[in-house]
């Protein structure tokens, strides 16, 4: 869809609703991206954190933080019946009294607003309520509307869901690893080829274990596009395809951005909401079996790989789950 000038009817920004996943993701993201000058709106001027409109000065700023209090405000009118904790509305929201954009949240906070925000406040129609009602609870946890799920939960949800307006498009597991984590469920997730045929709008999940961060959260911007395998070295021989997607997302700064990174440089925190670009890796299947998060010391960081217990690891991250989920 085309950007929405939130910057002329700033009111507007919280309490709305879209049709689709990208539609939300992008009109979520879209103060942010303005002021990261990954786009631009006639009549609209960025100065540092400032964006001047119309005579009117706005303050925009996006950090990535963990849940806190600042990760929290209270949840709006608009989405009340499809999120009822009154104080556990994930920060990405318009403050009237300070002409400020603010989203101070993590990768599933960010999924989370999305989600919330696609459909309507029907939860029959809501993608945040149908895909929690999707889940097999016999086969996974997932947290209730009105609280943020982590990375994982969302990662090895997706090869579990029930029949509905979601679904598992492609993905890899490991399933003694999920298994570990879900003792009291029974996982049946299985891999699934297709990784060619995401889309615009789909979701990106990672499960990690064992590291400071438990996974990764992400909305495609446009379907993968297929490069080639000689752009890297020392693959894993089961490494067939190789892809680079670009994403909006909310993640931290430093070793964590991605290539082509709207927030490297933006005069904020360098981190929080905005748009980036990864590398993903699938086997003769075209199921997700590795990715490269962003750069590193002037290349670019070592793949890492679903997790295999009969190969040496050399990535920091043991990840459990690589999988893509589409709602229509």
């Known amino acids: 869809m085309a950007l929405i000038n939130f910057f002329a009817n700033p009111d507007s920004y919280t309490p709305g609703y879209y049709t689709t996943i990208l539609d939300a993701a992008t009109a979520i993201a879209t103060p942010f991206l303005v002021q990261q000058k990954n786009q631009t709106i006639p009549g609209v001027n960025v ?4 964006v001047a409109y119309n005579g009117t000065l706005f303050n ?3 950090n990535y933080i963990n849940p806190s209090p600042e990760y929290y405000i209270p949840t709006p009118d608009a989405f009340l019946n499809v999120w009822p904790k009154t104080n556990r509305f994930p920060n990405a929201a318009y403050d009237p009294t300070t002409h400020s954009f603010n989203a101070n949240i993590d990768c599933v906070g960010f999924g989370s607003r999305v989600l919330i925000a696609t459909g309507s406040d029907d939860p029959a129609q809501n993608a945040f309520c149908l895909f929690q009602s999707q889940v097999n609870p016999d086969a996974a946890h997932f947290a209730a509307p ?3 799920p982590t990375a994982f939960e969302f990662a090895v949800a997706l090869p579990v ?3 509905g307006r979601w679904s598992y498009v492609c993905g890899s597991v490991y399933v003694p690893g999920i298994q ?3 003792s009291d469920k029974t996982y049946n997730g299985t891999a699934k080829g297709g990784f060619s045929n995401a889309q615009a709008g789909d979701i990106v999940c990672m499960a990690y274990e064992d590291a400071e961060s438990n996974g990764h959260f992400m ?4 379907a ?3 490069v080639s395998l000689s752009l890297f070295e020392n693959l894993e021989s089961s490494v067939t395809n190789a892809y680079r997607i670009s994403v909006y997302d909310s993640t931290a700064s430093g070793s964590s951005l991605h290539f082509n990174d709207s927030r490297s440089g933006d005069g904020d925190t360098d981190s929080g909401v905005g748009y980036g670009e990864l590398y993903f890796f699938t086997n003769t299947n075209d199921q997700p079996i590795g990715f490269i998060f962003g750069p590193w010391k002037g290349g670019m960081e070592a793949p890492h790989y679903l997790y295999d217990p009969n190969v040496a690891q050399t990535s920091n991250l043991e990840v459990m789950a690589i999988t893509l989920g589409r709602f229509q």
Do not use: F, N, R
Request: cysteine-free; proline content about 13%; charged content about 15%.
């Open 60 to 62: 925009v700023s996006t």
């Open 47 to 50: 100065s540092g954190k400032q």
């Open 219 to 222: 909305v495609l911007t446009e």
């Open 180 to 182: 570990k984590q879900e």
């Open 224 to 226: 993968p596009q297929p």
């Open 161 to 163: 869901l029930l029949p």
């Open 146 to 148: 009105g609280w943020v």
